[in-house]
């Protein structure tokens, strides 16, 4: 079994930065890609970034720019760097992961969200 823990939410004025940060843990498992979402009430989830086993990256549009994802193999841990936050980027941030794990195969998983207001 795989989990998820994210870190780095809270509360930010308009303009300001905020670093994401997701760590898997657990045993027998490797780590293809990761990324994050977001959610706000009465709206589906979306995608915000996600970075490949290779390093490529994508991006939500609204988020290009401004937004950079990245990650430590070695920690198995992947980063949101979110700059020039706006109102509209407040939200319920999860991390997911598609892992593949000894005997078991390919699978998904989510963390437990981490919240993210930009108020001023």
């Known amino acids: 079994q795989v989990q998820l823990v994210e870190s780095g939410g809270g509360l930010v004025q308009p303009g300001g930065s905020l670093r994401l940060s997701c760590t898997a843990s657990?045993?027998?498992?490797?780590?293809?890609?990761m990324g994050w979402y977001r959610q706000t009430p009465g709206k589906q989830r979306e995608l915000v970034a996600r970075i490949f086993s290779d390093g490529d990256t994508n991006y939500a549009d609204s988020v290009k720019g401004r937004f950079t994802i990245s990650r430590d193999n070695a920690k198995n841990t992947v980063y949101l760097q979110m700059n020039s936050l706006k109102p509209e980027d407040t939200a319920v941030y999860h991390c997911n992961a598609l892992i593949i794990e000894f005997r078991i195969g390919w699978r998904e998983y989510w963390g437990q969200g981490t919240h993210v207001t930009v108020s001023s």
């Open positions: 657990g045993s027998g498992f490797s780590i293809n890609t």
